[in-house]
T-cell receptor, first 115, second 110 residues
Framework: GAVVSQHPSWVICKSGTSVKIECRSL??????MFWYRQFPKQSLMLMAT?????????EQGVEKDKFLINHASLTLSTLTVTSAHPEDSSFYIC???????????FGEGSWLTVV | DAKTTQPPSMDCAEGRAANLPCNHS???????VYWYRQIHSQGPQYIIH???NNETNEMASLIITEDRKSSTLILPHATLRDTAVYYC???????????FGTGTRLKVLA
């Protein structure tokens, strides 16, 4: 299947700083990418949908100014957590839709710990 | 909200078939059913998907009822490495969004 890669796999940052997580589709062009957050022992929660070249669409309750999403190319989307707080500590996962295909593939996830 | 409901947990003996049920009674005619699994601390792994017909691949089989209101994922010979949380998802036909439910935590026992 298609490969989606996230970087970094884990990151620790200080409260008040910003951290960027990258999501890349390695062997296909992703017209649409999705960002999820997952807290321990819970299911994945969709945060936003990003389409290449346009603004992301955020789910209800997700602060767009705090979670900045950029999808500047067909193989890269980034999530920036701004002014991070300890409650932002979570597992962040991206997924990508291959062109007009039906299936969506997920990255390995990125662990964020804010201290 | 998720359009699917699944039992929270199941056990299966190693080497036996694991049958994981999923209810999706509000599914629309053009919405696909997808199955993914998530092993601890990893991203979800695609397993199989279907629309109306039963499907089979190297990992699993998917049985969809005729009225499409429920489906069953079958792992024909479960191994210890199949221990994971299995998610059944009805994909939104317009936005391609996946809304995850709580999934089924499958434990394969030696």
């Amino acid at each position: 299947g298609a490969v989606v890669s996230q970087h970094p796999s884990w990151v620790i940052c200080k409260s008040g700083t910003s951290v960027k997580i990258e999501c890349r589709s390695l062997d296909f062009q992703a017209t649409t990418m999705f960002w999820y957050r997952q807290f321990p022992k819970q299911s994945l929660m969709l945060m936003a949908t990003s389409n290449e070249g346009s603004k992301a669409t955020y789910e209800q309750g997700v602060e767009k100014d705090k979670f900045l999403i950029n999808h500047a190319s067909l193989t890269l989307s980034t999530l920036t957590v701004t002014s991070a707080h300890p409650e932002d500590s979570s597992f962040y996962i991206c997924s990508a839709r291959e062109g007009a295909g039906n299936t969506i593939y997920f990255g390995e996830g990125s662990w964020l710990t804010v201290v | 909200d998720a359009k699917t409901t699944q039992p929270p947990s199941m056990d299966c003996a190693e080497g036996r078939a694991a049958n994981l049920p999923c209810n999706h009674s509000t599914i629309s005619g053009n919405e696909y059913v997808y199955w993914y699994r998530q092993i601890h601390s990893q991203g979800p792994q695609y397993i199989i998907h279907g629309l109306k017909n039963n499907e089979t691949n190297e990992m699993a089989s998917l049985i969809i009822t005729e009225d499409r209101k429920s489906s069953t994922l079958i792992l024909p010979h479960a191994t210890l490495r199949d221990t994971a949380v299995y998610y059944c998802i009805v994909r939104d036909s317009g936005t391609y969004k996946y809304i995850f439910g709580t999934g089924t935590r499958l434990k394969v026992l030696a």
